[in-house]
């Protein structure tokens, strides 16, 4: 396994590994499984597997949730060799973003990034997308793996490479989850382990919501939804419990339509500040 910090040496690791396909995974890291699955599935697909472990200033609109996310590198690069990795790019912020991170560059993101999780966290997919497209611009024609657990980042960034030059294809793997059904997360090394067992109650919302969204009307669900979740000791607050149509993120009026909606929530415990979502496909 190669490890690079730098743009140029990423390029030259890359020109020189020939000319079978790549996979991308790009990671904020403090790796976990859902990360090592976004690896095995690219592992699978091509020749070579890349992977970036670069925390994005560009994508925190809050500095202390920046300041405090958890950096385990040591870790990261062993679990990384084991899964067999090829090349892993370390990068410093000035290898990304050189003259210092540029606001002036908007994306055109269809208005995805405004919606849902980008209503109470804004400029976070512009950051999103400045990060995502200069990395394409460092590893070039790629296939791109990516979580459902950020569903709308995926939405977001699926949009920003069909309206850009890159040669990249975006593949979503599935969200992976402890056994009481808690998204894994980077940010769920914040909290304890009553609280996470506690707050295996976010996917089972989630997944009542799902079951019964014929049942009743989209706003008793989510009315509903709110109440459970806040029933739980360690939450806050629900920032969010939204039912949306995948293609737009626009909310739901009639949920008979044949289209692929998705369940998403955002809310706060403590310690964390957690998503997660559920896809329904018809
Ligand atoms: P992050 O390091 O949080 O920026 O995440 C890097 C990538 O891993 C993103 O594409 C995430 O959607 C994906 N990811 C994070 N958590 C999970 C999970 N539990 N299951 C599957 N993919 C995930």
């Not at 396909?21 to 890349?50: D, R």
């Not at 990795?85 to 908007?106: A, G, H, M, Q, T």
């Not at 996917?203 to 669900?221: G, P, R, V, Y």
């Not at 920032?239 to 009639?254: G, T």
Request: proline letters at 3%; charged letters at 25%; hydrophobic letters at 40%.
């Amino acid at each position: 396994m190669e490890v690079v910090k730098t743009n140029t040496d990423l390029k030259k690791v890359i020109s020189n590994s020939g000319t079978g396909s790549i996979g991308f995974v790009p990671t904020m890291g403090a790796l976990h499984m859902g990360h090592m699955s976004l690896l095995e599935h690219s592992i699978v697909e091509n020749e070579i597997t890349l992977c970036s472990i670069f925390v994005n200033p560009a994508q925190f609109n809050d500095p202390e949730d920046f300041k405090k996310y958890p950096l385990t590198i040591e870790d990261d690069l062993l679990k990384l060799k084991k899964a067999g990795c090829d090349i892993v790019y370390l990068p410093e912020v000035k290898d990304v973003f050189p003259n210092s991170i540029s606001r002036n560059k908007i994306f055109d993101l269809g208005g995805l990034d405004l919606k849902a999780e980008g209503a109470f966290r804004p400029g976070h997919f512009q950051g999103v997308a400045l990060v995502v497209d200069r990395l394409l611009q460092y590893v070039g024609s790629c296939k791109l793996y990516l979580g459902q657990k950020d569903i709308q980042q995926f939405q977001v960034i699926k949009y920003m490479i069909a309206n850009t030059l890159h040669k990249v294809e975006p593949v979503m793997c599935s969200t992976v989850r402890e056994s009481n059904g808690l998204a894994m997360s980077s940010r769920n090394k914040h909290l304890g382990s009553e609280e996470k067992a506690q707050l295996g109650i976010i996917h089972e919302t989630l997944s009542w919501a799902a079951k019964n969204i014929f049942q009743k009307s989209t706003k008793d669900i989510i009315g509903d939804a709110k109440e459970k979740l806040l029933k739980c000791i360690y939450i806050n607050d629900v920032e969010y419990f939204d039912i949306l149509k995948l293609n737009d993120l626009e909310p739901v009026i009639d949920v008979s339509k044949s289209e692929t909606l998705v369940i998403c929530v955002a809310l706060n415990t403590n310690k964390a500040r957690l998503i997660d979502n559920i896809l329904l496909f018809y």
